[in-house]
């Protein structure tokens, strides 16, 4: 298992090919859902310095918050409502240039302008969600998704 991480800078590409071999490492025989779910958002947060990364699980009909590295978050989110609930709904991952034109969004925190959200799907069925908040408008593209879908990709549900 991983201890350190090492972050480096340059495109956003080198930068996640760095990072997934390192998360590789810190899930390597980890068996503990939750650790690997807080470790994942710290090795996100220190190599990219984002707003918020966090994760919410699926509990019921409601997104509840899981590990995240941030500012305080919003603790349940219903399904289809704001990025994170629609996310969920459509099983797809949204990319929000612009938060404060994404209808309905929830502003957990009122420095985010934008996001990216992946739902975490196994056996058929949405999981949790990986959210990503930023405070730059459009910061998120497909670089990002192509490569946070190859991490959640890693998680053991």
């Given at each position: ?12 590409t080198a930068q996640y090919q760095s990072l997934i071999p ?136």
């Amino acid at each position: 298992m991983a201890e350190d991480l090492t972050i480096i800078s340059g495109d956003k590409t080198a930068q996640y090919q760095s990072l997934i071999p390192q998360i590789r490492g810190l899930l390597d025989g980890e068996p503990d859902l939750i650790a690997n779910l807080a470790n994942i958002c710290g090795a996100l947060k220190e190599q990219f310095d984002w707003l918020w990364v966090g994760f919410y699980l699926v509990k019921g009909s409601d997104l509840v918050l899981g590990p995240f590295q941030g500012p305080v978050a919003c603790t349940r989110i219903r399904k289809g409502k704001g990025v994170c609930g629609t996310a969920w709904e459509k099983r797809e991952t949204l990319i929000v240039l612009d938060v404060t034109k994404f209808a309905g969004h929830i502003a957990c925190n009122s420095t985010s302008r934008s996001e990216i959200v992946l739902p975490v799907i196994r056996n058929n069925e949405v999981v949790a969600v990986l959210d990503v908040d930023s405070t730059m408008p459009a910061h998120f593209d497909e670089t990002d998704r192509q490569f946070l879908e190859q991490i959640i990709a890693l998680i053991h549900f």
